[in-house]
């Protein structure tokens, strides 16, 4: 029993060190992308239910790793939170997403809102809204010239005591504020009374059990009812089937995206997609 248990704690430590090393090379890659430009914004389109129109694009982070290939945020994010890299990727996301709203402005289309994800932790660092504020001045555009909305998950963001005043400040700038995975953590009904939001996102979890679990039919429902009530939008994210997209609109779900809609595009694909919605 004794050989067993040492095994088993030779096991774990090096499964620990496993995700150190793990870890020590995805930030020094990170601090690498940074500086080569391995970084890149991948856009998805948001679709108005009643219109079919697109209303939006959500940027989605994406990183071509040297030698892994195409690295998906998931890998990373937790990664550049945990060593405040995040602040320097988010000001990057930042600046990317709006040049890119303005080159699209400028190419003559529609796209509604383009929506960044910010983390809790560029909130809490400080600085998100100086950040953005610079960025519409870069891009020179005065404030509400580009319609640009944030996503922010709603773990974290209560236990904030300046939440209210960092949304607020953003929301003068005329910066729209989406709560993401809506409905994945346990604040989710205080925080929606405390914090200026605009828009709530259901989260895919529950969309992906829409055609066959009454529970996650009647919770979808409900906050639905409960958004409208409150006089906010609210968006489903992950929409796949036709099914879940014809119980969204039975409920006036008012935004839908998903790979149903469309999957997340390079900057060219959603280019493309946009010709294509101009000509109808
Ligand atoms: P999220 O904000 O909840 O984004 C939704 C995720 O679902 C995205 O994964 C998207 O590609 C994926 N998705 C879209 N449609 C469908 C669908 O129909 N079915 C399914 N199964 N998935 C769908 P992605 O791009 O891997 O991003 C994962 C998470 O990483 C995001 O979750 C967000 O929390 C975070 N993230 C992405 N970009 C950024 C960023 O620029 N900054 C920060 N701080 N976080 C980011
Ligand atoms: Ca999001
Ligand atoms: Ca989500
Ligand atoms: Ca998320």
């Keep these: 029993a004794k050989q067993q248990g040492r095994k088993t704690h030779a096991f774990y430590s090096s499964e620990i060190m496993a995700s150190a090393v793990e870890r020590v090379l995805i930030e020094r890659g990170l601090r690498e992308?940074?500086?080569g430009q391995q970084l890149e914004l991948y856009y998805q389109p948001q679709v108005d239910m009643v219109s079919g129109h697109i209303v939006g694009m959500e940027a989605l982070l994406r990183w071509h790793h040297p030698e892994r290939g195409l690295v998906q945020p998931d890998a990373f994010i937790g990664v550049a939170e945990e060593t405040g890299l995040i602040s320097e990727i988010g000001r990057w996301v930042i600046q990317q997403g709006c040049r890119q709203a303005r080159l699209w402005r400028e190419q003559g289309f529609t796209l509604g809102y383009l929506w960044i994800n910010v983390s809790?932790?560029?909130?809490?660092?400080?600085?998100?809204?100086?950040?953005?504020?610079?960025?519409?001045?870069?891009?020179?555009?005065?404030s509400g010239a580009i319609q640009l909305g944030v996503e922010i998950t709603e773990?974290?963001?209560?236990?904030?005591?300046?939440?209210?005043?960092v949304l607020s400040k953003?929301?003068?700038?005329?910066?729209?504020?989406?709560?993401?995975?809506?409905?994945?953590g346990f604040s989710s009904l205080s925080l929606l009374k405390q914090l200026p939001i605009d828009v709530i996102k259901i989260d895919k979890m529950f969309v992906r059990h829409l055609a066959?679990?009454?529970?996650?039919?009647?919770?979808?429902?409900?906050?639905i009812s409960m958004t409208h009530t409150l006089g906010m939008g609210v968006v489903a994210e992950g929409v796949e089937t036709i099914e879940q997209l014809g119980f969204l609109r039975e409920q006036r779900c008012d935004v839908v995206q998903g790979f149903l809609l469309g999957a997340p595009l390079t900057v060219s694909?959603?280019?493309?997609?946009?010709?294509?919605?101009?000509?109808?």
């Design 120 to 142: 809790p932790r560029q909130i809490l660092h400080n600085g998100l809204e100086d950040a953005i504020a610079q960025s519409l001045k870069d891009n020179q555009l005065p």
């Design 212 to 223: 066959f679990d009454s529970d996650s039919q009647a919770i979808t429902a409900a906050m």
């Design 170 to 184: 953003l929301r003068a700038l005329g910066v729209r504020i989406a709560i993401d995975d809506f409905g994945t």
């Design 33 to 35: 992308a940074l500086i």
């Design 155 to 165: 773990s974290l963001l209560q236990s904030m005591p300046h939440s209210t005043e």
């Design 269 to 280: 694909q959603a280019t493309q997609v946009l010709i294509e919605h101009r000509e109808g």
